[in-house]
């Protein structure tokens, strides 16, 4: 017993430490010796989860739900583990189950907001963040935490209440301040130009605080119109941010140039994938306005948005039977060759079963898919496939002035603009062999024709979706459902032209990107 008592003190210790490789290793000596003790699997499974070794954290961690079921923090940290493994629909179920156990914990509370942001679940994480902020009203982390869910569900002028509160908590909290800046169109009478200048003086020697306060300075100052110092101000932010490397940009030409290897013009497609005709793909270059695609095509009362899902690169992933990730596997052509089409199919339909059950169409917007369009394309013959499509230097500009998510490794190219354009050029060529192998299976729709024609767009969208005409897609700022992207605010406005052509704003900027995208042939050399 003293040895017991031993290893759980030397295991809460080093959990407390969050040293968690000897929290793993201790936890796997103690469970044999109290079975029955969940506090082990809790603390093993979080020290996997941390240690990104998911499938033994999700095990170890549903033990400990099933030991302990009263602990809604186990129950928490379970969802989270299935969230981060990319299996949203069972992740929400748990958050679910870990909420109705009443949690009193704000880092639970905080750990189930996030879970049922992931999931799609923005109402749910409104409510959850709501009893956060009412439970610790001066923690900026919940604030702003629940500033970004109240910005999903349309409510700026609350989630600018929040904002503003987290600011005044902590101002060095950075993102907030970008955040803020993208909530609504800044106007000569109403900004926070002074406020960030002086916050940019004052920590000039922190980079996350540069790359923060220039991306806001840059939105705040294009909104006031002043495009030469808002290019400067996204040109330091990229400097600051930046961590492309000549080897990832290897990289990204290496996962193109696989892909049109991994499916060779000359090879027959198979029709063996699973035939439901549910699932609708928008994809194409992010910053194109795939969520205002989304939107028309969502207020369709046959349609459902289930927003940008991770769920068909997982199940691929998981399906493929790769050890290393999946674009990036050497072996990847010969993958393809073996590929169980009709097992990837119901993967990825297993995984969305509850966006199938809403509507008989449900589109999954993950503009980044457009890497795996070959793959789609065979795992579910009778799914439509939209590229939507924009102005070469317009996309190109789009993805400079945004800050994507940093966790991922997708959005590299951004923090240079002609390795943006670089970027581009290999999508627009993976796009041409897509069309090649897959002929009629990927609409491709522009930008500027849902703007310019927006009827005629929209009919010719519904046609190909084999869905009837209905009204309601031509008012899309109507559409009552959340929307997870920055700029919330102009998917919920009626369809504006200002977006057209903004790289006019910063053509002495562009000269070098312009060249480039002339010389790879992908945009014509009158252009401008």
């Known amino acids: 017993m003293a040895d017991l008592s031993d290893l759980q003190a030397r295991l809460i210790n080093a959990f407390n430490r969050q040293d968690w490789p000897v929290v793993r290793q201790l936890a796997l000596q103690l469970q044999p010796l109290a079975p029955l003790d969940a506090m082990a699997p809790f603390m093993g499974g979080v020290a996997h989860m941390q240690l990104q070794q998911l499938p033994q954290a999700i095990d170890l961690l549903?033990?400990?739900?099933?030991?302990?079921?009263?602990?809604?923090?186990?129950?928490?940290?379970?969802?989270?583990?299935?969230?981060?493994?990319?299996?949203?629909?069972?992740?929400?179920?748990?958050?679910?189950?870990?909420?109705?156990?009443?949690?009193?914990?704000?880092?639970?509370?905080?750990?189930?907001?996030?879970?049922?942001?992931?999931?799609?679940?923005?109402?749910?994480?409104?409510?959850?963040?709501?009893?956060?902020?009412?439970?610790?009203?001066n923690h900026p982390q919940a604030r702003f935490n629940l500033a970004y869910a109240l910005t999903t569900m349309g409510d700026a002028v609350a989630a600018e209440q929040e904002l503003e509160a987290c600011i005044r908590l902590e101002p060095r909290f950075w993102i907030a301040h970008w955040n803020l800046a993208q909530l609504r169109r800044q106007t000569p009478d109403g900004h926070h130009v002074e406020r960030l200048k002086r916050l940019q003086t004052q920590y000039s020697a922190q980079p996350a605080a540069q790359l923060y306060l220039n991306m806001a300075l840059a939105k705040e100052c294009e909104d006031l119109g002043n495009y030469p110092e808002a290019f400067e101000h996204y040109r330091r932010a990229k400097t600051?941010?930046?961590?492309?490397?000549?080897?990832?940009?290897?990289?990204?030409?290496?996962?193109?140039?696989?892909?049109?290897?991994?499916?060779?013009?000359?090879?027959k497609a198979a029709h063996s994938g699973d035939a439901s005709r549910a699932p609708i793909f928008i994809i194409g270059m992010p910053r194109t306005g795939t969520t205002l695609l989304d939107r028309i095509l969502s207020s369709h009362p046959d349609v459902h948005?289930?927003?940008?899902?991770?769920?068909?690169?997982?199940?691929?992933q998981r399906v493929s039977g790769s050890t290393v990730p999946i674009l990036l596997d050497?072996?990847?052509?010969?993958?393809?060759?073996?590929?169980?089409?009709?097992?990837?199919?119901?993967?990825?339909?297993?995984?969305?079963?509850?966006?199938?059950?809403?509507?008989?169409?449900?589109?999954?917007?993950?503009?980044?898919?457009?890497?795996?369009?070959?793959?789609?394309?065979?795992?579910?013959?009778?799914?439509?496939?939209?590229?939507?499509r924009r102005d070469p230097l317009d996309t190109c500009l789009g993805n400079f002035r945004h800050l994507f998510?940093?966790?991922?490794?997708?959005?590299?190219?951004?923090?240079?603009?002609?390795?943006?354009?670089?970027?581009?050029?290999?999508?627009?060529?993976?796009?041409?062999?897509?069309?090649?192998?897959?002929?009629?299976?990927?609409?491709?729709?522009?930008?500027?024709?849902?703007?310019?024609?927006?009827?005629a767009a929209t009919r010719k969208l519904l046609e190909f979706c084999g869905l009837p005409w209905n009204d309601t897609c031509l008012q899309s700022e109507h559409n009552a459902a959340p929307v997870n992207t920055p700029n919330a605010w102009q998917v919920r406005a009626p369809i504006y032209r200002t977006a057209l052509g903004r790289w006019r704003n910063y053509e002495p900027q562009l000269r070098e990107l312009r060249d480039l995208l002339v010389d790879a042939g992908v945009l014509a050399g009158t252009q401008g």
């Open 405 to 455: 998510e940093q966790e991922t490794s997708y959005y590299d190219y951004s923090f240079d603009l002609l390795d943006t354009g670089r970027y581009y050029i290999g999508f627009d060529r993976l796009m041409a062999h897509w069309n090649n192998v897959l002929p009629g299976r990927v609409l491709e729709v522009h930008y500027e024709s849902l703007v310019e024609s927006q009827e």
């Open 240 to 267: 600051a941010g930046r961590r492309r490397d000549e080897q990832s940009v290897k990289r990204d030409e290496a996962i193109f140039k696989r892909l049109v290897e991994s499916f060779p013009v000359t090879e």
């Open 62 to 137: 549903r033990q400990a739900t099933l030991l302990q079921p009263g602990r809604a923090d186990f129950a928490a940290e379970y969802a989270k583990s299935l969230a981060l493994a990319r299996r949203m629909a069972e992740a929400k179920v748990a958050a679910e189950k870990a909420l109705a156990l009443g949690p009193a914990n704000p880092m639970t509370l905080d750990t189930l907001g996030v879970v049922f942001s992931q999931t799609n679940a923005h109402e749910q994480s409104v409510d959850v963040f709501r009893r956060l902020v009412a439970m610790v009203p």
């Open 305 to 316: 948005s289930a927003g940008e899902l991770q769920d068909f690169p997982a199940s691929l």
């Open 330 to 388: 050497p072996d990847l052509p010969a993958r393809v060759r073996s590929l169980d089409w009709q097992a990837l199919g119901a993967s990825y339909l297993a995984a969305t079963n509850e966006h199938a059950e809403k509507a008989p169409y449900f589109i999954d917007k993950l503009p980044h898919n457009f890497l795996y369009a070959g793959f789609i394309a065979r795992a579910l013959p009778k799914a439509k496939i939209i590229c939507l």
